[in-house]
């Protein structure tokens, strides 16, 4: 069973930046495709960015494209979300997701494993 653990959130001023880290164990890491999801109260769970198992390729949602920034360490089993020029939408829960074989990366439903979340909170 692979276990995904976020840790990194916080409470940070517009403008700031966070960097977001899920450590994960328990599976082949460096097989799986890796995103981050974030959900805003009284939202659906939405599409942040994703990296391949090799980090080859990376995808952003549109929103965050420019200011956020995913990277992976296969060696440490670590995922990282570097998030700068914060804005307060961009308060949400932040989900470490683990993907082992789906051809698509932008649902939830593609992804086989969920760590717990980390609060991101930006302050206006």
Same mark, same amino acid.
């Given at each position: 069973?692979?276990?995904?653990v976020?840790?990194?959130?916080? *409470? ?5 930046? *966070?960097?977001? !880290? ?5 599976? /082949?890491? !460096?097989? @799986?495709? #890796? =995103? ?11 599409f ?11 995808? @952003? /949602? ?12 296969? /060696?440490?089993? #670590?995922?990282?979300?570097? #998030?700068? !020029? *914060? ?7 932040? @989900? ?5 074989? !789906? ?7 593609? @992804?086989?494993?969920?760590?717990? =979340? ?5 302050s206006?």
């Amino acid at each position: 069973q692979v276990q995904l653990v976020e840790s990194g959130g916080g *409470l940070v001023q517009a403008g700031g930046s *966070l960097r977001l !880290s899920c450590a994960a164990s328990g599976g /082949a890491f !460096s097989t @799986y495709t #890796m =995103g981050w999801f974030r959900q805003a109260p009284g939202k659906e769970r939405e599409f942040v960015l994703a990296i391949t198992w090799n980090g080859d390729r990376t995808y @952003y /949602a549109d929103s965050v494209k420019g200011r956020f920034t995913i990277s992976r360490d296969n /060696a440490k089993n #670590m995922v990282y979300l570097q #998030m700068n !020029s *914060l804005k307060p939408e961009d308060t949400a829960v932040y @989900y470490c997701a683990a993907d082992r074989h !789906s051809t698509t990366y932008w649902r939830p439903s593609d @992804y086989d494993y969920w760590g717990q =979340g980390t609060q991101v909170t930006v302050s206006s």
